[in-house]
């Protein structure tokens, strides 16, 4: 529960501490005074947006701090030690606001976005404002309060998921198939070269020695007929020839016995010249013997080099570039096959999470099927008890249409009302007048607070447009809710005053310069004259004191 709330610079509040306890608290005060500021203050600590208007005027920041004992809410001591977040004492939220509208969160002195406020704020406290009636006119409503009263937050919350993440799936699945005859007619292209490539099977420098090997064989005449002249100079031509010139020098210079350094060097080239000579006349002995300038042999080159120049044309490429070509295309080609697993792998997920979406909104719908007929026969019976006799309340489960998973389930969920015996039943926004709507919007917020695990409720003027009995019975009905927990109640009606368990008052103070904002728990005899004021305005009459008196003597017995 909420056991603390202190607000400093906030609005016309300079400094406020307030300790609450169990039970109804009411939150009384003329208008004006500054009642709802609290509230809005609370709001701020649980995440609620702001700026720097907020701030006292005069004042650097505003500070608002609301702690709360955890020993009854399971569900946020297991939030905050996820996060390491716990500690043995009470949960502390602060919000500090500067001036120049810059915001900071803590949650146990830690800095927290605010968005964790907030969620952890839900666990803590539900808040009905005055307006939330005219919430009550949208479908939205009506279902979160009924699955609120089913129990079935987070199991609507699965079904939200799971409409979501097929609907994701299905628009990456269409991206794919988008663009699926494109694809399969490049596929089929891809294919097709790539087989004329593998066909042609060209081996790594296998053009060039082609190359190298047709040139030869396309000068094979004059080939042969320069080696068998080179051939002739070197060795065969009886006019004299480059060996035996050579033999001849060697044994003439040979016939000196000691010759000096120069021609004993020059000697030796001769005779490695002879040895050279004689090498390379047997390298062309050797070529000439096994040349074969086969036609046959040059025509098989010259259909091979055909069919390399005339698929590098093809794809308009250098020869040289047939091999990056390839693998290009074979990376292009892996890939549209991994878009047809792709393809294949998100038809198969579609398929899954449509079963898994309609698994979890069918067990919605049963859920609120069975809780419908009870909160809609709970409302009408509230409905009787606050001046609304023989109104009808009913709660209509329409299918959905929607041939595609919907976030919200299966159906639509709509509230149906007859404020008047006789009359059929109609949506809220047809027949429900602004009071009515209030009272009807009150007997939904008690009925679905009676199932929330939250311990502490703030209602904040939900009893506006409401008098006499009734409001007496609205009186009745909160202070029932805050018997099993905490509740929060600002009101203008002594009836609902009355019915606290401790009573808050709040009022200015006006000194020379400015004036604030001040709260007062008021004792017995404080609680009378203040119901009292509630009754008869501002002149107390022993006549007001002595009402007033009996209806808090009554409320408290």
Aim: charged share 25%; hydrophobic share 35%.
């Amino acid at each position: 529960m909420l056991a603390h709330l202190s607000v400093h610079n906030y609005a016309i509040v300079e400094h406020l501490d307030l300790e609450l306890a169990r039970g109804m608290s009411v939150i009384t005060g003329e208008t004006g005074a500054g009642k709802s500021i609290m509230l809005d203050a609370l709001g701020l600590a649980l995440g609620d947006r702001a700026d720097s208007g907020v701030v006292r005027p005069g004042a650097d920041k505003a500070d608002i701090l609301a702690s709360f004992d955890l020993d009854d809410i399971p569900e946020a001591r297991t939030w905050l030690s996820e996060r390491d977040l716990d500690n043995d004492g009470p949960c502390i939220l602060r919000r500090v606001i500067t001036s120049e509208g810059r915001s900071r969160g803590y949650i146990n002195g830690a800095p927290c976005p605010l968005g964790d406020l907030k969620a952890l704020g839900e666990l803590l406290i539900d808040i009905h404002s005055q307006h939330e009636h005219q919430s009550l006119l949208k479908p939205d409503t009506h279902r979160r309060l009924l699955d609120e009263y089913a129990g079935s937050q987070e199991l609507a919350r699965q079904v939200q998921l799971a409409a979501q993440r097929w609907r994701q799936t299905r628009q990456e699945l269409q991206r794919l198939t988008s663009t699926s005859d494109e694809q399969r007619a490049r596929h089929q292209l891809l294919s097709y070269q790539l087989e004329e490539l593998e066909n042609l099977t060209l081996g790594d420098n296998e053009l060039e020695q082609l190359e190298q090997e047709h040139k030869t064989l396309s000068n094979a005449e004059q080939l042969l007929g320069a080696c068998r002249q080179v051939l002739d100079l070197c060795s065969e031509s009886d006019a004299g020839n480059v060996l035996s010139a050579l033999t001849a020098s060697l044994n003439r210079l040979g016939a000196f016995s000691s010759q000096p350094g120069a021609l004993g060097e020059a000697s030796n080239l001769l005779a490695s010249a002879q040895i050279q000579v004689e090498e390379a006349v047997g390298e062309l002995n050797r070529f000439i013997d096994h040349f074969d300038a086969d036609p046959q042999r040059q025509q098989i080159l010259e259909e091979r080099l055909d069919a390399i120049y005339t698929l590098a044309r093809k794809h308009r490429i250098q020869p040289t570039e047939l091999g990056e070509l390839q693998q290009r295309l074979l990376e292009e080609l892996e890939g549209l096959n991994a878009d047809d697993q792709a393809s294949e792998r998100l038809t198969e997920e579609l398929a899954a999470y449509a079963r898994h979406y309609q698994e979890k909104a069918s067990e919605l719908s049963e859920l609120r099927q069975q809780a419908a007929k009870h909160l809609a026969d709970a409302v009408q019976i509230e409905m009787q008890s606050l001046g609304m006799p023989g109104g009808r309340f009913s709660i209509q489960l329409q299918g959905s249409s929607a041939e595609e998973p919907q976030p919200y389930g299966l159906e639509q969920v709509e509230f149906l009302v007859s404020a008047n015996p006789g009359q059929p039943l109609k949506s809220l926004a047809k027949v429900a007048s602004g009071g009515e709507l209030s009272r009807i919007s009150l007997a939904i917020q008690v009925i679905t607070a009676q199932t929330s695990r939250v311990p502490t409720l703030v209602f904040d003027e939900v009893d506006v447009g409401i008098g006499g009995p009734t409001a007496e019975v609205v009186g009745q009905l909160l202070r029932r809710l805050g018997e099993r927990g905490q509740v929060l109640t600002v009101t203008h009606l002594p009836q609902v005053a009355a019915q606290g368990h401790q009573h808050l008052f709040v009022h200015k103070q006006r000194g020379s310069e400015e004036t604030r904002t001040a709260v007062t728990t008021l004792d017995t005899a404080q609680r009378v004259e203040e119901v009292a004021r509630m009754l008869g305005g501002l002149d107390l009459t022993e006549e007001s004191l002595q009402h007033a008196r009996k209806m808090v003597a009554s409320a408290q017995s």
